[in-house]
């Protein structure tokens, strides 16, 4: 049962992993576990999956008879859900959701207070399930409670775009952001190009993962046939975005954060800038060229969230594509506010997307690759690696180890998310990131030969 209880949210194949008493018990105990903290009223929402509305109607009647009343959003994106409990001031709520994975995953995001709840406070509601620690109260009340027209509206009616119409494909990988995006998207005044924006649970053209660029290979070829200004994709449940520009050409996260910053840093000078430890150089110098001070923290959206809350700052993102902002916004990850706020930077001029980049160094960089390794292994294989590394190389540890070369970097960290170790490499020139690869797997070799076994060749 444990390990369907991650780092940032609870997620298995519906119907074994995640049953319906499962999921019940899960209601029960948040509802008691959000009663601790002085919640009764509580948000219910759900992606598109076949298994959803079935989840749905379980968890609905485990929180009703529990106690809390329960305001339905009914089927929506993650986003409209995080929106909801701003506007309605009701700071807790069950989301379920399995985001970008395949059809037969759920799972749900479970919020409370200033955000969803991760780590050990995932473990407590393992924990309570197990002890069946539930408690019963007079029956709450439902109340139907749809958010998506506010929330287009609140979006539109905030974003300002400037003289140049944007032509814009608009892929939804069929996944429950289908009926919001294009319809945020035409409100802005683009001519939008739909691809996949049908909602259908199936996902039968490819896996609503926009950050994975097999997925985006129909996108960008649409973008080129129509001579679009770029193309968005979107993952399943709306909080994560990708994008490419008018040539087919894929951004990472890192890339949009650069746009991003520049349009936001000089409002607030010397601020905080998180820099997740994926991202590139090339974003922190940008960060120092713009008066802001890089802070180089952990992966993940729920850990980036609350780090943003302690420092104050105004935004970030991850290369996942996660965009954080809270200078006009709430702070919370929203894919297509995100969007939103890109095609306001590109209506105020008239360059291409790939234009407004062209003026940041070309780093070459490795994919993310995934090695496979025991769920309790990772973790010692890492720490073994940090301890190689620091004798020879300077070394950030906040989140697994990112190792400084003269002419590039390279990282190790354990994935919060599955039986996983992540490394990618990056060099200031195409012989760099190969010396660097080389060397990282030389290192990874002599700890433990079959890790460096594992590493493909880019």
Known sequence: MHSIFR?????????????????????????????????HKLLLAHDNRHSS???HAVMAEALLSSGADVFDLGE??????????????????????????GPEYNGCKLLLGESTIYGEDIQEIARMVQAREFITLRRGKRYPAPMSE?????????????????KVVVDCGNGTASPFAPDLLQRL???????????????????????????????????????ADLGIGFDGDGDRLGVVD????????????????????PRYPGCDCIVEVKCSLALVEEI???????????????LIKAKMRELNTVFTGEMSGHMFFADEYYGYDDALYAAARLLRIMSHTELALDELLCDIPEYYASPEIRLPVGEVEKFTLVNEMKAELKQDHPCLDIDGVRATFDD??????????????????EGISPASLERIMGYMTERMAAVEPSLAAKVPSI
């Not at 506010?150 to 944007?166: N, Q």
């Not at 097999?214 to 070829?221: C, E, F, H, P, T």
């Not at 120092?288 to 729920?302: A, I, N």
């Open 288 to 302: 120092l060229r713009l008066g802001g001070r890089p802070f180089f923290y952990k992966t993940g959206h729920s």
């Open 246 to 265: 008018a040539r087919g050409n894929f951004l990472w996260g890192d890339m949009l954060m650069i746009l991003f910053w520049r349009e936001i840093l």
């Open 189 to 227: 005044g683009c001519e939008v190009i739909p691809l996949y924006c049908d909602s259908d649970p199936d996902f039968p053209h490819h896996q609503p993962d926009p950050v994975d660029p097999a997925n985006l290979r129909d996108l960008s070829a649409v973008v080129q046939a129509v001579n």
């Open 76 to 101: 929506t994106i993650t986003p409209i859900f995080y929106f909801a409990a701003r506007q309605m001031n009701i700071p807790g709520g069950i989301m379920i959701t399995a985001s970008h994975n």
């Open 53 to 55: 509305p079935r989840l």
């Open 7 to 39: 780092q940032y949210d609870i997620r298995g194949i519906a119907g074994t992993e995640l049953t319906d008493e499962l999921a019940g018990d899960i209601a029960r105990a948040f509802a008691a576990y959000a009663r601790r903290k002085g919640q």
């Open 408 to 425: 590039g970097w390279a990282l190790l960290r354990a994935s919060n998310t599955g039986p996983e170790i992540i490394f990618r490499c």
């Open 150 to 166: 506010a929330y287009l509206r609140w979006i539109a009616s905030h974003i300002e775009m400037g003289p140049r119409r944007l």
